[in-house]
């Protein structure tokens, strides 16, 4: 079964401090993989997917097969990078279906 | 960008009422929207899909007729909970696909069965 796994509930750093929030998942195929973050009292949104390969607000993540792993970093936290992150995996040919890991928690201090 | 809206925000109904939930994607066309729960401190847990036309493909230990799902057209998706109980009480969420394969999620509605 597909399963995302996100080993931390919260991930406390200060401002101006590298940021890697973990993500490794169990697929046998090739699969699809997003970061979704949830500010405060917003509706989930899309930050990046693997295929586009970009960098949003600073963020990026590599999508390592071997390590069926997908992290997502930045190189300095702002404040403002505070909210709920959710790494999520979509199947291929079933239906685009997402499958959340259980979310991290980022604080960013000042 | 793509705006899905949900309604309402909330209800609080007595146990055994129903309760409709609507979702639309507001500038798109969306063949295909998701329905999903989460519970206080955890994760978004996916209920079934819903395809424009057809029926909804529901998860694995989540009941057909106790979650009624309609996706009339391309910018509508309904979620109906029948017969609601304290235990139905949750935040449903709604997301909308677009042509890119891409999911916009709406802001929820938290539901309170008394």
């Known amino acids: 079964a597909q399963r995302v796994t996100q080993p931390e509930k919260l991930l406390s750093v200060f401002k101006g401090a590298p940021v890697e929030l973990k993500c490794n998942y169990s697929?046998?195929?090739?699969?699809?993989l997003f970061w979704y973050v949830q500010y405060s009292r917003q509706r989930l949104q899309l930050l990046l997917r693997?295929?586009s390969r970009e960098s949003i607000k600073g963020f990026t993540a590599d999508l390592n097969k071997g390590e069926t792993s997908f992290h997502l970093k930045k190189p300095f936290a702002q404040e403002e990078d505070s909210a709920m992150y959710y790494c999520?995996?979509?199947?291929?040919?079933?239906?685009?279906?997402?499958?959340f890991g259980a979310g991290t928690r980022l604080a960013v201090h000042p | 960008g793509a705006v899905v809206s949900q309604h309402p925000s909330w209800v609080i109904c007595k146990s055994g009422t129903s309760v409709k939930i609507e979702c639309r994607s507001l500038?798109?066309?969306?063949?295909?929207m998701f329905w999903y729960r989460q519970f206080p401190k955890q994760s978004l847990m996916l209920m079934a899909t819903?395809?424009?036309?057809?029926?909804?493909?529901?998860e694995q230990g989540v009941e057909k007729d106790k979650f009624l799902i309609n996706h009339a057209s391309l910018t509508l998706s309904t979620l109906t909970v029948t017969s609601a109980h304290p235990e139905d009480s949750s935040f449903y969420i709604c997301?909308?696909?677009?042509?890119?394969?891409?999911?916009?999620f709406g802001p929820g509605t938290r539901l309170l069965v008394l």
């Open positions: 997301s909308a696909m677009d042509s890119q394969e891409t999911q916009y």
């Open positions: 819903s395809n424009e036309g057809s029926k909804a493909t529901y």
């Open positions: 697929y046998s195929g090739s699969p699809e």
């Open positions: 693997h295929i």
């Open positions: 999520a995996l979509s199947v291929p040919g079933g239906y685009n279906k997402l499958i």
């Open positions: 500038d798109f066309q969306a063949t295909t």
